[in-house]
């Protein structure tokens, strides 16, 4: 398969030049993957803030948390159609489809997450991402509340905006660097 | 000096049963600044979050860099400016006071960074952050150019648009959790 | 397949009853396409008007034009992303997918046209069709001249103008009647 | 009375060469408004095209519907004003004053139709006509639910969405062509 | 004449018991214009204000200026046009209709001043005082530059700011009270 | 200390050369202030519309009236925040920490006033002012029916308009003249 223009607007790392703990990295992406990410190159222009990413990231999407890691990558969708970021959309409009195994669903979640039929629990959360990425001045304690009320934990609440806030920053870290994703995802999970 | 109606709006930590790489920091905060700042105490209802947010904070904001350490403040304070975030705007406010030592700096980094006499450089970084955060998709090809032709290498590129970034995720942590300054803050530097 | 759980959000004339044109369309598309598109569905509950939408439709979508049919249907998609009609989106990206045999291409004029490496003709058509979609009153002058400064004839603006302009009227159709599409778009030409 | 400067900025079609049918439809124009509507002439580059807009006008405005024609020139005018559209709002507004007798209604239409005293059946109308021309995606279940309570059969409710989308076509083809109006129009039921 | 539902949404002061000096103000209005401007009798309730709007008033839009009376006409009716203030727009777009004999002149300036065939000094000042009323951050060295190349001054500069900040004010003073105009304005100068 | 770069964009008129009564106005300020605010020297290019500008200023901000100067003070501040108004921001954000005696409030205001713990009449006049400034056509029966219900009378509604609409002024002359304010402010009531 051809490879996109580019990864990055920016220089990116000698991957043979990494640390081993980042190179251990990729390893495991591919092994797992079959590729690496390219929001990874990009980042590996800077190492230290790379593991930074990596550690916020894993902890963020793959930990222990009171949403399914569907629901992550539901936010992470919606909260990157709002900024239109393509490298988001992508890599985590694959996720969805995956993690769901609905391609509609993924669809959704790309173009306006508003005609998905969803139970009261997941649209509260989507809307509250739209609403903290789009104007977070009005974010106040009815939102909270209208989380709780529909069975959200306080520590839920905490996972759900920091999930929004997360895609906030790489939706901008895409933008700054012009990253292109990697061309793998497009197929996958149709 | 009484203390502010609350840290965040949802539950905090006790920060007696940290694990004791978090009460080292909290210690080493209450040496250096005098308290714990807000944001960790709100940050440690989930303790690897707080840890992982450190990290990557200390690295962007006091790690290696071709940006002073002056410049990432202010661009913390145009982007908190941008999102109206009272937290972000109060703590990194105090930043740019501290470090510049012209408190008027601060307040035009607050309430309107464009009446800032400021070199080319420091402009274009600042415009950069503005356009990133308020309208991230008119960022392309032509920004990139004018932060290099004002002498940005490739990776202070990087670490002004993680600077961006990461305020953007944080400013919303900020709202999602209604989270309140230190009062400390306020009086310092002025 | 199951179907969606609806076509319009108001009842849908009864195929049986249309009349003998309407008919033959409706067996046509099935002919062509396998199915009945669901606008056409929604639209049969006022048969003149459905009629008028054809005629428009057909001569704006596959009538004779200085602009390729995958032009329109490039326009079609990016003006239906920055109203983000759901609708529209997946059987507009469908066409792209497959007149250009390029599901990438598809997924870019979904998620942001400015990804696309794009030929100056194509760019400044898409640009124009987004100014035109979000912000009318931009348009002047200097637009059609830059139109034309990339070939574009008198003849191929007005018709990528009512592209434009038919669009916003069939978002909004899809909108105030919360018209969903045929769910046998999402798999075709991947 | 001088022409206007420009009916279009492309050229216009001989009137001499028109088909047959559409001297017709020119011929009665003058017969009853003394005047050919420079929108036509303006179309008459693409005669096919001309003659679909004919259709869909005609019906949509002059057809049988539960709205009343006043009405319908009514939302004509809100939409306009929305998209700031000189040409619609000239010709509109001339309109709803005709209809009405009223000019100051048509006043209020062009310049806020929030300041009319109308009863909630025409008020519910505009609110729909504006939300659906700026905000579409803000349109769902309640909007259609509202309208039903103040008298909409379905029927009416799919002709105000037409109306509303109708003119958020014309009015992109207006500014994409830079359409201006007859100037006849102005001095029309003061 | 039927008079309007209402003046404004607060009560009016009584003019007989209007101190003098404001009491000569109606009858000099009456005897120029045949009735008292609605928005005198609605800031009456408060008359110190009353006296200080109409020096404020009588200065900006009578005394001596660089710019003509119709120019300042016509940037009252463009601010209140941004703002969609009816009032306004019914009082100021007859002064333009008036001044300019020109009732076409008063409809763009209402609907769409972009249309109008205005030498460059009138649409500098034109687009200056859009600006200024819809994003004051943009105004900047270079607008004010591009408007003294056209051949303003700087006393000419500073009314054309006073006069739309001045239309900024009254605009909302017409929506906080809900000012409604005398109904005279709308047969005279068409 | 050392004074600001300009205090306006246009030539500001000789103090020695002012009528009487401004020399008075001026010898006032020094006396109670210590020194001239910028915006009177700035205003003083058109001595006429300075006397205007002092009396309609005076009235509304030291005049009688149901607001308190306080919340005349926190209305001023709220309004040149939504409009980003340095001068505004510094010279009335002082006037609120010294009225109040809470720096905090001050910093709140110029922020976001949405963090303030206020009651409700306050929270009510600034939410007025933020709708009042920055959506002006949202404004209707129902904002004022909320302020009547926490206690404003009609002249207190009218002096709350009043107060937003002039600082809408205020900022916009601001803005229009690049007036800076006098370094004098920031050090005061910390």
Redesign the interface.
């Known amino acids: 398969m051809p490879q996109p ?1 580019h990864v990055s ?3 990116i790392g000698d991957p043979a030049r990494l640390d081993d703990d980042l190179k251990a990295v990729y390893a495991k992406c591919v092994e797992k993957l079959g590729f690496v990410p390219n929001v990874l190159q990009a980042y590996s ?2 190492p ?2 790379l593991r ?2 990596i ?2 990231y894993n ?2 999407m793959l ?1 222990p948390s009171g949403l399914s890691k569907l629901e992550r990558e539901m936010v992470a969708v919606v909260v990157s ?1 709002a ?4 490298y988001c ?2 890599a985590h409009g694959q996720a969805v489809r995956k993690l769901s195994g609905d ?2 669903l993924g ?2 979640m ?3 997450y ?2 998905a ?1 969803l139970d009261r629990r997941q649209r509260a959360m989507l809307d509250f991402a739209w609403t ?2 789009t104007t ?2 009005e ?3 009815a939102h ?1 509340a209208g989380l709780r009320e529909v069975g959200l934990a ?2 839920d ?6 999930t ?3 895609f ?6 895409a ?4 990253m ?1 994703p990697n ?1 793998d995802y ?2 996958l999970d ?1």
Chains 1, 2, 3, 4, 5, 6 share one sequence.
């Open positions: 223009d607007a920016l220089p222009l800077r230290q803030k930074n990413f550690a916020m902890e963020l930990g159609a900024n239109r970021c393509y959309l992508v391609p509609e669809e959704m790309v173009m306006n508003r005609v039929k903290l990425t977070p001045h974010i106040g304690d909270r306080a520590e609440i905490f996972d759900l905006a920091e929004v806030a997360f906030n920053l790489s939706n901008r870290m933008y700054g660097l012009d292109m061309r497009h197929r149709r």
